[in-house]
């Protein structure tokens, strides 16, 4: 089965603490993407990658850190740094170019609590 | 940099009433997507549209891509409680943003 899978479902994290939530997919999509959500709000983008080896900042990339060593993982690292971290994180990929099947597949999310 | 905001941020509808949310880019997109979002759970692509002025249907949900290609809407005929969840639009190519979103309640 083709899809992306993000892990865990749930997650709680002690103030001060790293947490890394993972993102794995067998989609073949070179594009890759974090994304958080607040109760209530949209989704904010955190880091992307297009290619291995490489990623770029998102809007909100304080505090998350990333990396993109093979195609098909790209997990996401919420640090100590991060002061408000408890949200609903999504991981998304997609092929990239502007043509017919440019969407995003969505893994199911992540939820951290900071406790 | 881009943003892409959404009007209403709530609708609240009674079932059978019409339902309609408009997406604003500040730049010009390539082509924008929309996504439904059930309560609890993840976006779900809906439609992508690519030409100027473009107009999509899928049973009751419209879709239109503006002449200038940097607004977009989606309008529903005669809501249904199952149509409930947010609906974002999104675009980019490689940096890809999605629309702040429209909530939508159906009272039944």
């Known amino acids: 089965d083709g899809g992306i899978t993000q892990s865990p479902k749930y997650l709680f994290r002690k103030e001060g603490q790293n947490v890394t939530l993972s993102c794995e997919q067998n989609?073949?999509?070179?594009?890759m993407y974090w994304y958080r959500q607040d109760p209530g709000q949209g989704l904010r983008l955190i880091y992307y990658s297009q290619i291995v080896n490489d990623f770029q900042k998102g809007d909100i990339a304080e505090g998350y850190s990333v990396s993109r060593e093979k195609k098909e993982s790209f997990p996401l690292t919420v640090t100590s740094a991060q002061k408000n971290p408890t949200a609903f994180y999504l991981c998304a990929s997609r092929v990239l170019g502007q043509g017919a099947g440019a969407e995003a597949f969505f893994g199911q999310g992540t939820r951290l609590t900071v406790v | 940099g881009q943003q892409v905001m959404q009007i209403p941020q709530y609708q609240h509808v009674q079932e059978g009433e019409d339902f309609t949310t408009y997406c604003n880019s500040s730049t010009t997109l390539s082509n924008i997507q929309w996504y439904k979002q059930r309560p609890g759970g993840h976006p779900v692509f809906l439609i992508q549209l690519v030409k100027s002025g473009e107009v999509k249907k899928q049973k009751r949900l419209t879709f239109q891509f503006g002449e200038a290609k940097k607004n977009s809407s989606l309008h529903i005929t005669a809501t249904q409680t199952t149509d409930v969840g947010t609906y974002f639009c999104a675009g980019g190519t490689y940096k890809y943003i999605f629309g702040t979103g429209t909530r939508l309640k159906v009272l039944a």
């Open positions: 989609l073949n999509h070179d594009a």
